[in-house]
């Protein structure tokens, strides 16, 4: 069985700072991941997703994270952060054989002027 | 395509109330997820159905919950009678599986928001 962890439950940041946001993962077999982005009364959407390849992922509205494969780590990193990136970001794991994606708690970032 | 979308947006119920939400998946899509999001639980995933059939039902938390998916193109989450407990956002998503590969994302609706009073 696969699980998600996101070590963060909140992340206060003040605008063009940078930020990560930590997920760890555990499976025991291949997983694609994924991060998605909770804007308030929405639905989730997909910012970035590692499947293969590269380990560094860029995605939407400049975000990236990096796939560490000996740390179970799937990071999601922006350099420089805007109020508009308010929001909740879910980390979630798909295991290559399967159906369900499993999702972490979620990490709200708040941006502060 | 519209996305994916639920009905109703709020829904406002007194315990012991039926109550049914609804979905309508992207036109094409033959996966379809119904997720439930609360502050202490998170996002579960309670069922999916692939092409119209019911695949994994093991995350609905108890019998008065039970879904549906007549079409392809329509599902429907019931649960009867509601408690206080029920009170959660309510996720619908659907994908599509490209040649036996689940590298694509899932797409959400924008959740029904239920409060049983």
């Known amino acids: 069985a696969q699980s998600v962890t996101q070590l963060d439950s909140q992340v206060p940041v003040f605008e063009e700072a940078p930020v990560e946001l930590r997920c760890n993962y555990s499976?025991?077999?291949?997983?694609?991941l994924f991060w998605y982005v909770q804007y308030p009364n929405q639905g989730l959407q997909l910012l970035l997703k590692y499947l293969s390849g590269s380990t560094l992922v860029k995605g939407i509205n400049g975000f990236e994270a990096e796939f560490n494969k000996s740390q179970t780590s799937f990071h999601l990193r922006k350099p420089s952060v805007h109020i508009s990136d308010t929001a909740e970001y879910f980390c979630a794991v798909l295991n290559t054989g399967g159906f369900k994606t499993i999702f972490g708690a979620g990490t709200r970032l708040f941006v502060k002027a | 395509d519209a996305g994916v979308i639920q009905s109703p947006r709020h829904e406002v119920t007194e315990m012991g109330q039926e109550v049914t939400l609804r979905c309508k998946p992207i036109s094409g899509h033959d996966y379809l997820f119904w997720y439930r999001q609360t502050m202490m639980r998170g996002l579960e995933l309670l069922i999916y159905?692939?092409?119209?059939?019911?695949?994994?039902d093991s995350g609905m938390p108890e019998d008065r919950f039970s879904a549906k998916m007549p079409n392809a193109s329509f599902s429907t989450l019931k649960i009867q009678p509601s408690e206080p407990r029920d009170s959660a956002v309510y996720f619908c998503a659907s994908t599509i599986l490209y040649r036996d590969s689940w590298n694509t994302e899932a797409f959400f609706g924008q959740g029904t928001r239920l409060t049983v009073v």
């Open positions: 159905f692939n092409n119209n059939v019911p695949i994994d």
């Open positions: 499976s025991s077999v291949s997983v694609y």
